[in-house]
């Protein structure tokens, strides 16, 4: 595998669900970041790591909950989630913050 | 704190005709800018980047872009454009003098390629 890939790439859950998405980077990158894509909506970034540490959290709902157990891997879990949270989520790393991101091909969720 | 402007949100053009994407963004001493694509159902992709050097930057797919710093401009540009161009464009800055400052990404700017 190369580059940054994302499982599962689609997901349908009800609201009431316990999911987790993954994402996993081979370019040994040290940040890495969630990000919601929602139709006809600017990109949103929702959390930041960088060395594995959490550096930013922007304002997100706490039913959004991340995890980074190493600087390749990444995930985000889910928990009584709303219809309003359907939306694409990337993946995306960068040697540094200011840096060029690569990013995954998403997953497409969809909360019922 | 740093902004981007995409100009346009959607941009129709015929197949082999010239295009050109706008971006603005807010001044700053020294930035580095991006351009990405993303195609349906897929993550985004990286186009061309500006860190230094020329201001002309050329990238994947025969698109290139000129940084203008006293216009604070970086607009994506191809001479002739494909069907397969079809795709929505996002403009990006950073700012590399910013402590913990990530990528600053625009609203998108949708390009639809017509036969």
């Known amino acids: 595998e190369t580059g940054v890939t994302q499982t599962p790439r689609h997901l349908v859950m009800g609201m009431t669900n316990k999911k987790s998405l993954k994402c996993e980077q081979h370019l040994g990158h040290n940040a890495m970041y969630w990000y919601k894509q929602s139709a006809k909506k600017p990109l949103e970034l929702m959390f930041v790591?960088?060395?594995?540490?959490?550096?930013e959290n922007n304002s997100v709902p706490s039913r959004f909950s991340p995890e980074c157990p190493n600087s390749s891997h990444l995930f985000l879990h889910l928990h009584t989630l709303q219809p309003e949270d359907s939306a694409l989520y990337l993946c995306?790393?960068?040697?540094?913050?200011?840096?060029?991101?690569?990013f995954g091909p998403g997953t497409r969720l969809t909360v019922l | 704190a740093q902004s981007v402007t995409q100009l346009d949100s959607q941009v129709p053009v015929f197949e082999e005709a010239p295009v050109e994407l706008r971006c603005n963004y807010s001044?700053?001493?020294?930035?580095?800018l991006f351009w990405y694509v993303q195609y349906p159902n897929q993550g985004l992709q990286l186009l061309l980047k500006?860190?230094?050097?020329?201001?002309l930057v050329k990238g994947i797919n025969g698109f290139e872009a000129e940084f203008n710093k006293s216009q604070t401009s970086f607009h994506l540009r191809k001479p002739s454009v494909h069907i397969s161009d079809t795709a929505e464009y996002f403009c990006a800055v950073s700012d590399p003098y910013n402590q913990g400052v990530k990528l600053i990404f625009g609203q998108g700017t949708e390009l639809s390629v017509k036969p």
């Open positions: 790591y960088s060395l594995e540490e959490r550096v």
């Open positions: 500006y860190l230094s050097g020329s201001t």
């Open positions: 001044s700053s001493v020294s930035v580095y």
């Open positions: 995306a790393s960068s040697q540094e913050p200011e840096r060029e991101q690569f």
